[in-house]
């Protein structure tokens, strides 16, 4: 059953799955995540009712974790590093770039269609290859705005209909 825009039945299946224990908030908070691609205030208040904990501490774990988001997040998540090595091979231009393109005015914001969401991370590990950018899990290496702009595009094309 959907109330609104809320599929209730994979909320329940959720809090189910971790036997309704608020110990298990957080493992709760991921799968919602998962699911949705944000917390959103409606599954959260939700949680809150079910498990009866206060609402206030599921958005306290919601805001301090940098995993989860309030706001939905594209489809397919774009992380621009911005670590040292990576801000010193271009890594910010990048990010200004692929914001500027996607038409998105500030980081871990989604794009209108909810296809592309974009945000800087500090380090993803392999800085012998920056600058990197890590789409959908996968990470490019040694990349530029321009091949960057190329493999969105490709994306977008890639999931139109024919």
Not at 18 to 40: A, T
Not at 47 to 64: E, G, K, N, Q, Y
Not at 122 to 139: F, K, S
Request: proline share 4%.
């Amino acid at each position: 059953m959907e109330t609104g825009f809320i599929d209730v039945d994979a909320v329940d299946k959720i809090i189910d799955r971790w036997k309704y224990d608020p110990s298990y908030l957080i493992e709760m908070l991921q799968d919602i995540q998962g699911h949705f691609r944000y917390i959103p205030k409606e599954v959260a208040q939700k949680l809150s009712d079910d498990l009866d904990v206060p609402l206030s501490h599921i958005f306290h774990i919601a805001t301090f974790y940098k995993g989860f988001s309030l706001e939905p997040r594209g489809k397919h998540p774009i992380y621009v590093c911005t670590g040292t090595a990576c801000h010193v091979k271009g890594g910010g231009r990048i990010l200004e770039n692929v914001m500027r393109e996607l038409g998105v005015t500030k980081e871990g914001e989604a794009t209108e269609d909810l296809f592309f969401s974009v945000e800087s991370v500090r380090c993803l590990g392999c800085c012998g290859l920056a600058p990197v950018v890590e789409i959908d899990d996968e990470v490019y290496g040694h990349t530029s705005t321009v091949e960057v702009s190329k493999i969105l595009s490709k994306m977008r094309k890639a999931e139109q209909p024919e």
